[in-house]
DNA sequence: GCAAACCCTACTAAATCGATAGGATTAATA
DNA sequence: TATTAATCCTATCGATTTAGTAGGGTTTGC
């Protein structure tokens, strides 16, 4: 299941999109405009801030703005911050791998390559969206 | 994130379709097997029986085996029995359909549109793989 | 200097997960 | 028929995650 971090993000995300401008988004603006809670939405923000792909600006009329193009921030890279992993199993993750405890053999692992099926067409989905074409939808 | 019960769920099926025979195959045996807890699988077997997938014998010589021929046993089937839906939003999910609260128009939703291409390319790898493909990895 | 915005930390209620416990029921077999 | 070995079933539990909320601190424009 996908979080409402992750689904938030993207909205708010396509939201500042849309505006099509450098002017800075509110928080408070996104907030009612998507009906999400301002203050969950607030820590979102700031998660993708941190992570490079909003930028923002304190004080009056400050807010946040998208620091790329949206046609260069891909779903890769969003899915990622916010969601983590984008494989359903960590033996399968490229970024975030992790051996599992059970299953001494990862080649004879039947859940192992059918994982590694979902993640890679997953991951083709995502490599070929951008944040332009979700907010032109 | 692949719940440990899935996990354990697909590699108790593939133990048993690996075992190529009809004899009922008993949980401490798979427990030992694939290292899971044999208590915790004793739950996961029990679901996917009352699911129609397993069929079991009670007793001694008792135990669990395929209710059909493992080619016929889709990873769609039983990811929705184990996993529940595999889309990653209920406004999106074939099976287990539900509306957001947020979100008053689903076709204008960014988040929406990109869920479904994901929905459908899972589908796709979860359709055309069965039992018997993953056995005999 | 004050109001409006972002920034940051901490907390919490509820749900889910990954089991474990303890026995009830059923069937083969000695 | 008694024993034993298996599935069946319900309940509980600790840890973790999720989806927020609270309460300010800090910066900036006017």
Redesign the interface.
């Known amino acids: ?2 979080s409402k971090k992750t ?1 938030y993000g ?2 708010a995300l ?1 939201f500042i999109a849309r505006t099509g401008s450098d002017v800075p988004v509110q928080v408070g603006e996104i907030a009612k405009g ?3 809670p301002q203050k969950f939405l607030e820590s979102i923000l700031l998660t993708l801030r941190k992570a490079g792909i909003l930028g923002s600006k304190k004080g009056k009329h400050g807010g946040y703005y998208l620091r790329k193009d949206p046609s260069e921030i891909l ?1 890769t890279e969003v899915m990622r911050v916010l969601e983590g ?1 984008i494989a ?2 960590p033996c399968v993750s490229l970024n975030f791998y992790e051996k599992c405890d ?3 053999d990862e080649d ?4 192992n ?3 590694i ?2 993640r890679d ?2 991951l ?3 490599k070929n ?1 951008s944040l332009k074409d ?2 032109e ?1």
């Open positions: 299941m996908l689904k993207l909205k396509t998507e009906h999400i779903m992993p359903m199993v059970d299953c001494p004879s692992c039947s859940v390559k059918l994982m099926q979902v067409s997953t083709e989905v995502f969206t979700l907010s939808r």
